[in-house]
Nanobody, 126 residues
Framework: QVQLVESGGGLVQPGGSLRLSCGISGFSLDYYTIGWFRQAPGKEREGVSYFSKSASRPYYGESVKGRFTVSRDTAGKTVYLQMNNLRAEDSAIYYC???????????????????WGQGTQVTVSS
């Protein structure tokens, strides 16, 4: 059974940091890739970050470049999103999702993912 579980969200002041975790089960990161998305109230779901195995490099949305970093643990069971220098506009529910294989869209298109976690709330406020 495929499962993704996010954790690590919370309330942080502007300029602060959070590290989100995405615990996976029921599949292997050797064969599938994970993307991070976020959705703020009244806005569309936005691609935040993705690590491409084929290119061996991460991709980031324009609004988070230079501030967010995606990584994974050596056991291949958890994917992390380190978020630094957080801003009020980063406030959203953050989701991790498993990308379809073979790929059906660009990495930042939510329709290209078919398994999603429940999300974790990130609030940036003083």
């Amino acid at each position: 059974q495929v499962q993704l579980v996010e954790s690590g969200g919370g309330l942080v002041q502007p300029g602060g940091s959070l590290r989100l975790s995405c615990g996976i089960s029921g599949f292997s990161l050797d064969y599938y890739t994970i993307g991070w998305f976020r959705q703020a109230p009244g806005k569309e779901r936005e691609g935040v970050s993705y690590f491409s195995k084929s290119a061996s490099r991460p991709y980031y949305g324009e609004s988070v470049k230079g501030r967010f970093t995606v990584s994974r643990d050596t056991a291949g069971k958890t994917v992390y999103l380190q978020m630094n220098n957080l801003r009020a506009e980063d406030s959203a529910i953050y989701y991790c999702a498993r990308r379809r294989a073979p790929f059906t869209s660009t990495w930042h298109d939510p329709s290209g993912y078919n398994y999603w976690g429940q999300g974790t709330q990130v609030t940036v406020s003083s």
